[in-house]
C-alpha cells in the first residue's frame, strides 16, 4: 500500500514563509492528481489545492491564491506547497493526498504535519 | 462554490444501531460525492465514492445512496470502532469542498 509522509511543518509568525514536503513511497493506481487538504484546530477539512501528476495543471481554493504553490518533483516522488505571507487563518494541520478526478476521491492521506501561524 | 450541509452535525447511538447521516448539496453535483471518516489525531479515509461505490477493504454495513441533491451514509449495524466524525465532499467543481462533520458518539 502506498503511503505518503509529510514533513515541513512547525511554527512561523504572521508575514512569514514555510515550505512543506511530502514523500510517496509509490503510486497510487487510478489517481491523477496530488493534493493537500488541511484542518484547523478542531475544524473541519478543507481542500487546499491540487497539481495534475505531469505538473500541466494546477487549482487553488481561493484563500490561498498568490500566496501558496503546489509544485511536484516526479523524480523524486514528492509533492511540496511553497507557503507566503503567512496568516493566522493558515495554522492547521497539513494533508497530502492522492486525488483521483475521474472518480472525485482522496486516497490515501499522510499523518499531517503542523502549521501554526504566531507572534 | 458549492456549499455542502452535513446533518445532524452530532449523533449518539449503540453498538447494532442503524445511523443514517445526510449531505445536501446546494446545487446539482451528480455522483461526484464522497465520504471519510476520520478518528480523533488520525487522518481521514475513504469510504465511499461516486456517492454509492464502497471502497476495497471498507466493511458492508457502510452503503451510500443519493437521491438529487440529497446523499446519504448509512451504517446498517454499528460496531466500536465505527464512532467517530464523517465527512462527506463533491468533486463537481473547483473549489472541491467538504461538509462540516459529523460526529458519531457512543450513547
Known amino acids: 500500500e502506498v503511503q505518503l509522509v509529510e514533513s515541513g511543518g512547525g511554527l512561523v509568525q504572521p508575514g512569514g514563509s514555510l515550505r512543506l514536503s511530502c514523500a510517496s513511497s509509490g503510486f497510487r493506481s487510478g489517481s491523477d492528481y496530488m493534493s493537500w487538504v488541511r484542518q484547523a484546530p478542531g475544524k473541519g477539512l478543507e481542500w487546499v489545492a491540487n497539481i495534475k501528476q505531469d505538473g500541466s495543471a494546477t487549482f487553488y481554493v481561493d484563500s490561498v491564491k498568490g500566496r501558496f504553490t503546489i509544485s511536484r518533483d516526479t523524480a523524486k516522488n514528492s509533492l511540496y506547497l511553497q507557503m507566503n505571507s503567512l496568516r493566522a487563518e493558515d495554522t492547521a494541520v497539513y494533508y497530502c493526498?492522492?486525488?483521483?478526478?475521474?472518480?472525485?476521491?482522496?486516497?490515501?492521506w499522510g499523518q499531517g504535519t503542523l502549521v501554526a501561524v504566531s507572534s | 462554490d458549492i456549499q455542502m450541509t452535513q446533518s445532524p452535525s452530532s449523533v449518539s447511538a449503540s453498538v447494532g444501531d442503524r445511523v443514517t447521516i445526510t449531505c445536501r448539496a446546494s446545487?446539482?453535483?451528480?455522483?461526484?460525492l464522497g465520504w471519510y471518516q476520520q478518528k480523533p489525531g488520525k487522518a481521514p479515509k475513504l469510504l465511499i465514492y461516486?456517492?454509492?461505490t464502497l471502497q476495497s477493504g471498507v466493511p458492508s454495513r457502510f452503503s451510500g445512496s443519493e437521491s438529487g441533491t440529497d446523499f446519504t451514509l448509512t451504517i446498517s449495524s454499528l460496531q466500536p470502532e465505527d464512532f467517530a466524525t464523517y465527512y462527506c465532499?463533491?468533486?463537481?467543481?473547483?473549489?472541491?469542498?467538504f461538509g462540516q462533520g459529523t460526529r458519531l458518539e457512543i450513547k
Open positions: 493526498v492522492y486525488y483521483s478526478s475521474t472518480l472525485g476521491w482522496f486516497d490515501p
Open positions: 465532499q463533491q468533486a463537481n467543481s473547483y473549489p472541491i469542498t
Open positions: 446545487q446539482g453535483i451528480r455522483s461526484w
Open positions: 461516486a456517492a454509492s
